[in-house]
């Protein structure tokens, strides 16, 4: 990107002006050990030096997802606090007497649960949620509905993601979360690139430049159709008479 550092200071001014408008105080996120929420820490960061927390939320998840939020928090000096899930979501699954019946119905429980955490913090200290889903997740709706998703702000939803890897380097994240493979950590061994069928490289050139091999344009394009409900508030009845 261009004049990436002038970009930086915007994003920076922009959510002092967001947090200013909602007469809140700060900002709350999760802080999952990727990219994305790790480039959403160091602008909360940057705007918020006082008031920003990430909450590391753990719910049968690898633990070196949070050893990696917890490497980012150190190279942030950011204040953390840690609400593990994984009780909360077995009670959860045995009162719905889940039979796994539906693997991505079980596993959307767990941001779900996380967003629900993260208001109990904004509420409590009048601070807002920021999210992290980058241009390339909300194109063809690589997000939870609902889940991660359901936010006050998201600081980095215009830019794809080779752009949030650029912004990483700006903020000084470690090399070891730019450059670990993608994951929503929805389950063992599962990566964001395996589950979507193509690259993010191939995804980003095609929302730049909207070419690509027919095959993937095709499939990218029905992403996008069938998860348009996901971006959208939802529709509201009104009455002809």
């Known amino acids: 990107m261009e004049n990436i550092e002038k970009i930086c200071d915007e994003l920076v001014s922009w959510l002092r002006e967001k947090v200013s408008e909602a007469n809140a105080r700060g900002i709350v996120f999760g802080l999952s050990g990727g990219i994305d929420s790790a ?3 160091g602008f909360a960061k940057k705007a918020f030096p006082e008031n920003s927390l990430g909450i590391i939320m753990p719910c049968h998840s690898n633990p ?11 190279s942030l000096n950011l204040k953390t606090t840690k609400i593990d899930l994984t009780s909360t979501y077995d009670i ?3 009162t719905v007497s889940n039979n796994g019946e539906s693997k991505l119905a079980e596993a959307n429980v767990k941001p779900r649960l996380r967003m629900t955490t993260l208001y109990y913090f904004a509420q409590k200290y009048n601070y807002l949620v920021a999210g ?6 909300f194109t063809v709706g ?15 939803a215009s830019f794809v993601k080779s752009e949030v890897r650029e912004l990483a380097y700006c903020l000084n994240i470690p090399e070891k979360i730019i450059n670990k493979p993608p994951t929503a950590g929805l389950w ?7 589950e979507m069928g193509f690259s993010y490289d191939v995804l980003d050139n095609y929302i730049k430049t909207g070419n690509g091999d027919k095959e993937v344009v095709d499939k990218i394009e029905k992403m996008n159709k069938r998860s348009e409900h996901k971006r959208k508030f939802p529709p509201i009845f009104t009455s002809e008479k």
């Open 39 to 41: 480039v959403v820490a």
């Open 64 to 74: 070196i997802d949070e050893e990696h939020g917890i490497l980012v928090a150190e």
């Open 92 to 94: 959860f699954m045995e």
């Open 132 to 137: 992290p889903s980058n241009k390339s997740e």
């Open 142 to 156: 690589y997000f939870t509905k609902h889940g991660d998703s359901a936010v006050d702000i998201f600081p980095i």
């Open 188 to 194: 063992e061994n599962q990566t964001d690139e395996k």
